[in-house]
């Protein structure tokens, strides 16, 4: 039970949860070559904050919580996201490695550690984040024998919207955007180069690169839980504002933040001159937008009647200082 925890209790009690569940889910060797599984544990167990997997369970935890439902059918409710959250945080590690290779980012830390491509070089790097991105599909497709019936509807719906979520129209094209603002693209004329205003380019490549995976993560909690269409919609609402909060802060915080507190370095953005909230709207005005997110966050939650740690995570969003 973690309805009665103080919120870091909470937190650390789901990431334990997450993480043995990541562990179990693993593929080893024989099973794959050693290498491989050393290289996606190398990353995957590195100390991300698990933000993704944890708005999958608590969105999960806001459906069975509004059905007061026993204590039983509580975790048995929960235990059927337990695989999207698994499946979000293998694609969200995934984006990172390949994010940090020297054909993108090209960063030596992430997580506090040296970045995967510096310990095991490229080649294993991208087999690792390709490993990694496969992984988390074979986790949600993955079949239970004690589901219950009809689920299998659900598990589609939820593979479907992950794959959107991670590919050309979410992360993978807000990926794109970002490196074709950048203007590192070896085309002169790049279609992708936006010249519109600054907020509406800054605001699509967050919501495909960042947003969607976020969004994705809670919805799909609320979609194999059993939630119905007005909690469906409530969370996506949620997810997409608590999506651009994340990615206001995380502005803010390339900024402002300690390299040694994030765990990967700060400054990239503004070294790289990458357009960002700070530097369209300036610092205050990106506190106040983050702010003015997170709460328009709380507010889709109370249209569904949804409650439990879903506004507390709203909060937490826009604290952290990692
Ligand atoms: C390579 C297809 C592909 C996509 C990469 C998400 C992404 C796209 C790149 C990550 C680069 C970056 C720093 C984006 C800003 C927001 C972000 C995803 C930060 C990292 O997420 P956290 O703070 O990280 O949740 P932890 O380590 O805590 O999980």
């Known amino acids: 039970m973690t309805s009665s925890l103080g919120f870091d209790r909470y937190l650390q009690t789901r990431r334990a949860e997450i993480d043995a569940a990541l562990e179990a889910a693993l593929p080893i060797p024989p099973d794959c070559p050693p290498l491989i599984a050393e290289a996606m544990r190398y990353s995957l167990f590195a100390g991300g904050k698990r933000l993704r997997p944890i708005l999958t369970l608590a969105a999960a935890e806001a459906v069975v919580d509004s059905r007061h439902t026993d204590g039983r059918s509580r975790d048995a409710g929960m235990a059927l996201a337990l695989p999207a959250a698994c499946a979000v945080e293998l694609i969200h590690t995934y984006s990172l490695v390949h994010d940090d290779l020297p054909a993108m980012d090209d960063d030596g830390v992430r997580r506090g550690r040296a970045t995967a491509h510096v310990v095991y070089g490229e080649g294993v790097a991208i087999l690792a ?135 990967k370095s700060a400054g990239k953005d503004a070294d790289a001159r990458k357009r960002t909230y700070p530097s369209v709207h300036g610092l205050d005005r990106s506190r106040v937008l983050a702010a003015e997110a997170a709460a328009a966050a709380r507010e889709a939650l109370a249209t569904a009647g949804l409650a439990g740690r879903l506004a507390e995570i709203a909060d937490w969003v826009v604290s952290r200082s990692r």
Not at 157 to 175: T, W
Not at 199 to 219: P, Y
């Open 129 to 263: 984040g390709d490993a990694l991105l496969t992984h988390a599909f074979v986790v949600l497709a993955r079949r239970r024998s004690d589901t219950p019936p009809g689920f299998d509807q659900r598990r589609l719906r939820a593979i479907a919207r992950v794959a959107e979520a991670a590919g050309a129209a979410g992360m993978v094209g807000g990926q794109v955007l970002d490196l074709a603002a950048t203007g590192t693209l070896p085309r002169g004329e790049d279609p992708d180069r936006r010249d519109g205003s600054d907020e509406a380019a800054l605001r699509e490549m967050h919501e495909r690169k960042t947003g969607a995976l976020i969004a994705a993560a809670a919805v799909t909690g609320t979609i194999l839980a059993g939630g119905d269409e007005t909690a469906v919609a409530a969370v996506d609402r949620y997810a997409t504002h608590l999506g651009l909060a994340f990615q206001i802060v995380d502005d803010i915080l390339d900024v402002e933040g300690d390299a040694a507190d994030l765990g």
